[in-house]
């Protein structure tokens, strides 16, 4: 786990860089077992149209550059693509706002991903406090963590019972525990993704600084999670 | 359980054989002054056991006690010194106190690394020659000590001007000098029995962690309260923290709740993590109890130096005023807590010993006419009733029929031999508050109003919830 971890993160860092793409982000949350989707780096329009075929149409692109973090901002994500058709039109479209947005930005790829049915949406994260260390932050997605800021840490390591009553706290739980006669989400599996973010940051504090998992999908109980999109920040 | 290095490092500070107090003087109102008249007093007053040795330069005598010219002179019992010289002699001083071979110093002077660089570069000389010679600081830059029982007492503001709490359950430690000194008052005031202070100051050396760890085994502190403003090695804080809550409550009031997290974050969790929200979450993954202000902290630290445990989280409210208990009732949905569905026994009970116009229920309203006997028989019926788990008095002594002291005796009684917490409510005014500190001395907490007593009801019953998940 560390190993493959380390080797993404020891590669960012030699190439001058502080932050990693979500790809590289990703590889290294797959390190530690977190639920990613099935994601495929394509160098080429042709390889991405290969890529899409194997995983199954519609298909996501998402442009991956360390010089654009915001990629929404920058117009570099194409959602629902249907055909290679479509794909290959996409394709250009997101490499020519890149270019705009950034002209110098250095393009390691595009990373072809399933459209994912949706779920709820939850956040963790991470962060370094200078007293006490790591701590790990859970909330629901979207407006209940950017405008309520409706989130709770707990300090590294952190066990199951903590886990547990981070997502108890929040004041938005009703929504994961199934109101208006929603059923209840997938708590088992979030539970499980802390405790793996928590081992993941007690492996690697000495170069973690802050992480995003933002949003995560949560499905149904019983059904899983998902990590949509990832954001690791290096010392 | 095998006591640690810290006990015995810290018992000195606690419960010297002798005391230098480097800085004593003869001018009145001078800290060096107060503090030794604090020991002087105590020891007349036989609380202070040990012997008494002021250091000063230029005296040869202070109200019939030999002054030495040197801490190295003093007899070979003196354990701690208490250091009020200017901070500029003092890392001298404390190569002498090394000499000496005493193991506790409390340093009460300020000016050190609160101002500067220079002030810096002390502290680490004193530190150096501390960590050389196994001596433990207090301070510097506080109020040091005060421990009624064994009459160490160096909080420099004097008798005249400030109270002393008598002897209690309830351990306080706190940064501020200030704070302390305003709290001991106060507590005096309110009746708070202290079992031991200690103020830190610029907590050179011995921090909250150490302390922590020095009252899991003092038998008299049966709670910790910490008035916290900023933790310096967060590692050490949490192990001892989770070390002492799973044996002794602790409640903190941490200061300074404005966030500085937004200010150089990149990420989502980054901005949204601020100092205070850190500490929430140590506190709650230690099991320390937050509290929101002093009353807060000094509320449930009361409830818990007086009370049981609860079995769980449903409160039964007795009143002889019906507002009182709606205003209780509404503060048990406010803190999180259940009001208990009384069992059909405790009901037909209740029915059978009151008058038709009194209320059997939850709350149980003894109404305006109650005399002690009706009071009497819902807390009978309240402590057998398996599903009642904390139990709230509200007295209005005001009432005509009611004999004062026929209620604090059945209350007492019965917080003696029930096994669930007992908590009592009096409103009012000068009658009111002569009654509530009988009450409290027989043992039962007493508050203000009902929103306090419950609030405290619910401080054990977070505790009680964290040892119950602690053991699963």
């Known amino acids: 786990m560390k190993e493959e971890a380390l080797e993404i993160i020891n590669g960012v860092l030699a190439k001058g860089r502080k932050s990693l793409v979500e790809y590289e982000a990703k590889q290294v949350l797959k390190a530690y077992g977190l639920p990613l989707p099935e994601e495929k780096l394509a160098k080429s329009a042709d390889e991405a149209i290969k890529y899409a075929e194997e995983i199954g149409y519609p298909v996501v692109l998402k442009l991956m550059s360390p010089q654009i973090l915001h990629k929404s901002d920058a117009r570099v994500v194409a959602l629902k693509i249907k055909d290679a058709d479509e794909l290959r039109k996409k394709w250009e479209e997101i490499h020519e706002n890149a270019r705009k947005y950034r002209p110098d930005a250095e393009i390691l790829g595009v990373l072809v991903a399933p459209m994912l049915k949706p779920g709820r949406e939850v956040i963790i994260g991470v962060t370094e406090d200078p007293q006490f260390g790591h701590a790990v932050m859970f909330g629901l997605g979207g407006i209940f963590v950017e405008i309520l800021k409706d989130v709770t840490f707990r300090i590294v390591p952190i066990e199951e019972k903590d886990a547990w009553a981070m997502i108890k706290n929040i004041k938005g739980y009703p929504i994961l525990a199934g109101a208006r006669g929603e059923e209840p989400a997938d708590m088992k599996a979030l539970v499980d993704m802390i405790l793996k973010v928590s081992k993941l940051v007690d492996d690697l504090k000495d170069y973690l600084k802050e992480m995003d998992l933002n949003p995560v999908f949560v499905y149904n109980e019983g059904e899983g999670a998902m990590i949509v999109d990832a954001r690791i920040i290096l010392k | ?472």
């Not at chain 2, 100092?275 to 509320?299: C, N, P, S, W």
């Not at chain 2, 109003?449 to 119950?468: D, I, N």
């Open chain 2, 1 to 472: 359980m095998e006591k640690p290095r810290i006990v015995e490092e810290l018992k000195p500070f606690f419960e010297p054989k002798g005391v230098a107090i480097i800085g004593a003087t003869d001018k009145k109102g001078k800290v060096g002054n107060v503090i030794f008249e604090n020991f002087k007093m105590n020891k007349e007053k036989g609380i202070f056991k040990g012997n008494i040795y002021p250091v000063n330069l230029k005296l040869d005598e202070i109200e019939g006690y030999k002054v030495y010219k040197n801490v190295r002179e003093v007899p070979e019992d003196a354990e701690l010194a208490v250091i009020s010289i200017p901070a500029k002699f003092v890392p001298a001083t404390m190569k002498d106190i090394a000499e000496k071979g005493i193991k506790a110093v409390v340093i009460i002077t300020g000016g050190f690394g609160e101002l500067g660089e220079e002030g810096k570069k002390m502290e680490r000389d004193i530190l150096q020659t501390a960590k050389e010679n196994g001596i433990r600081i207090v301070g510097p830059n506080c109020v040091g000590i005060y421990a009624p029982d064994t009459g160490v007492d160096t909080v420099f503001l004097p008798e005249n001007k400030m109270d002393r709490p008598s002897s209690g359950n309830i351990a306080f430690v706190t940064q501020s000098g200030a704070f302390a000194a305003a709290m001991l008052d106060w507590a005096a005031m309110a009746g708070i029995g202290i079992s031991k202070m200690v103020s830190y100051g610029n907590k050179l050396d011995v921090d909250d962690a150490d302390l922590m760890d020095y009252f899991i085994h003092d038998e008299q502190t049966k709670v910790v309260t910490l008035y916290i403003e900023g933790v310096k090695e967060g590692r050490k804080f949490i192990e001892a923290a989770r070390r002492i809550t799973a044996v002794k409550p602790v409640i903190a009031l941490k200061s300074g709740k404005t966030e500085y997290g937004a200010k150089a974050a990149s990420s989502h969790t980054g901005a949204l993590a601020g100092a205070d929200t850190i500490y929430d979450a140590v506190f709650k993954q230690t099991g320390i109890l937050r509290a929101e202000d002093f009353e807060h902290m000094f509320d449930v630290a009361k409830a818990f130096a007086k009370c049981k445990l609860p079995k769980g989280d449903r409160v039964g409210i007795i009143t002889d005023g019906g507002g009182a208990g709606v205003m209780a009732s509404d503060a048990v949905a406010k803190f999180g807590l259940k009001m208990a569905e009384l069992s059909k026994e405790t009901i037909d009970f209740l029915k059978e010993k009151f008058p038709p116009h009194a209320v059997a229920g939850n709350p149980t309203d003894v109404v305006g006419d109650t005399d002690a006997q009706r009071y009497k028989y819902a807390i009978e019926a309240f402590v057998n009733d398996p599903n009642v788990d904390a139990i709230v008095i509200i007295t209005l002594f005001q009432v005509p029929l009611l004999d004062e002291m026929e209620l604090i005796d059945i209350l007492a009684e019965y917080a003696q031999k029930s096994d669930k917490p007992i908590v009592a409510v009096a409103m009012g005014g000068k009658k009111t508050e002569y009654y509530a500190k009988i009450l409290e001395d027989k043992g039962i907490p007493v508050y203000m109003t009902p929103e306090r007593g419950v609030r405290a009801v619910a401080g054990l019953v977070q505790y009680a919830k964290y040892l119950e998940k602690l053991g699963e």
